[in-house]
């Protein structure tokens, strides 16, 4: 059983759900977002609350049952209230700048790294540390995944693009004599 599924969703006054066919949509203060589910979980939306029941006991609707329940939490947050994710760059002359719609990073290579940024999502960047904002946490984490896998920390000096937060285990180097 799942912990999560069983949990009554609740949702604010001003954000509307709405269930058609397989797909969930989400109207909020800052926008839309919609979902394709499929139909191994039966969603039903009351007044300012979403239940959600497994159809048949099998293995992988009692799974699903959790994880669309999950979707729909994040889908409820995102429309109020934005995701953020910072990243930090840390080395001598790495840096990231916002150009109209890419993002440029310097990150010791002999060429800049342009990355295009997603309609949807707003990154700011700013003395080091580069600010992911979105309604849809896949996008915000994704995108932010992906930025953090063009430089990893490296453990000795810690150089690289980490997660605000993360912790870099560091090494000692060598030991002069």
Do not use: C
Not at 122 to 146: L, P, R
Not at 163 to 174: A, H, L, M, S
């Amino acid at each position: 059983m799942s912990r999560i599924g069983k949990k009554v969703i609740e949702f604010p006054e001003k954000t509307e759900v709405t269930v058609s066919g397989s797909t969930v949509s989400v109207k909020g203060p800052k926008g839309t977002l919609q979902r394709d589910l499929t139909k191994n979980v039966a969603i039903d939306v009351a007044a300012r609350t979403v239940t959600l029941t497994p159809l048949s006991s099998n293995l992988e609707d009692l799974a699903l049952w959790g994880t669309y329940a999950s979707h729909i939490v994040n889908m409820v947050k995102g429309v109020n209230e934005s995701f953020t994710k910072k990243l930090i760059i840390e080395g001598i002359g790495f840096k990231a700048e916002v150009k109209g719609t890419d993002l440029v990073l310097a990150l010791g290579f002999s060429h800049p790294v342009k990355k295009p940024i997603p309609t949807t999502l707003k990154v700011t960047s700013d003395k080091g540390i580069v600010t992911i904002t979105g309604m849809n946490k896949e996008e915000v984490g994704q995108f932010a995944a992906e930025i953090r896998a063009l430089k990893k920390p490296e453990p000795y000096k810690g150089k690289g693009i980490r997660y605000e937060g993360e912790v870099i285990r560091r090494k000692q180097g060598k030991k002069s004599v």
